[in-house]
T-cell receptor, first 109, second 114 residues
Framework: SQQGEEDPQALSIQEGENATMNCSYKTSINNLQWYRQNSGRGLVHLILIRSNEREKHSGRLRVTLDTSKKSSSLLITASRAADTASYFC?????????FGTGTRLKVLA | GAVVSQHPSWVICKSGTSVKIECRSLDFQATTMFWYRQFPKQSLMLMATSNEGSKATYEQGVEKDKFLINHASLTLSTLTVTSAHPEDSSFYICSACRTVETQYFGPGTRLLVL
């Protein structure tokens, strides 16, 4: 399966700063989802954006989608130490979800 | 929200033994479930799509005889790692589809093969 690419691979910021992660994918999609994973744990669903949507907000999260460039970004505003985790995008064309390589975010208190 | 459970949460076994991992959707029926494998500090790699009442669909490079999948009911899929070897040590995660857009993940099973 073809994975999406995420950048940066790792990101370290101070508490209160914003964190931006980018995801690029290769095939056409129905929707794109972002997940968070704390070390060694399961996945937490953050937000879903459909292919006909360009931007979505949920609390401190803002997701954009550019289907012409096959890319998406996740912005976390006013980051907290508890946001420290790995973040993955996952694209869906049909039922299958293909995960990106992930961004490891570390928020320093 | 919907709940998906996995059992066991972790397992240690000797090389050559078989290990069965269960994935259950607790409050909804799922005709489709997925099995993923995740190595340390890497992303989730889709192994196979499990369809209730039919054979699983395996991704390229995944040995179907090594990773046996059974989806006997609308709430249960099992993954059996046969003749496990140390290189099979990994974090195995399942997910269950409630709708085309909604996929709920289990908490994962950590397998260590000695």
């Amino acid at each position: 399966s073809q994975q999406g690419e995420e950048d940066p691979q790792a990101l370290s910021i101070q508490e209160g700063e914003n964190a931006t992660m980018n995801c690029s994918y290769k095939t056409s999609i129905n929707n794109l989802q972002w997940y968070r994973q704390n070390s060694g744990r399961g996945l937490v669903h953050l937000i879903l954006i459909r292919s006909n949507e360009r931007e979505k907000h949920s609390g401190r999260l803002r997701v954009t989608l550019d289907t012409s460039k096959k890319s998406s970004s996740l912005l976390i505003t006013a980051s907290r130490a508890a946001d420290t985790a790995s973040y993955f995008c996952a694209t869906s064309g049909t039922y299958k979800y293909i995960f990106g390589t992930g961004t490891r975010l570390k928020v320093l208190a | 929200g919907a709940v998906v459970s996995q059992h066991p949460s972790w397992v240690i076994c000797k090389s050559g033994t078989s290990v069965k991992i269960e994935c259950r959707s607790l409050d909804f029926q799922a005709t489709t479930m997925f099995w993923y494998r995740q190595f340390p500090k890497q992303s989730l790699m889709l192994m196979a799509t499990s369809n209730e009442g039919s054979k699983a669909t395996y991704e390229q490079g995944v040995e179907k005889d090594k990773f046996l999948i059974n989806h006997a009911s609308l709430t249960l899929s099992t993954l059996t790692v046969t003749s496990a070897h140390p290189e099979d040590s990994s974090f195995y995660i399942c997910s269950a589809c409630r709708t085309v857009e909604t996929q709920y993940f289990g908490p994962g099973t950590r397998l260590l093969v000695l």
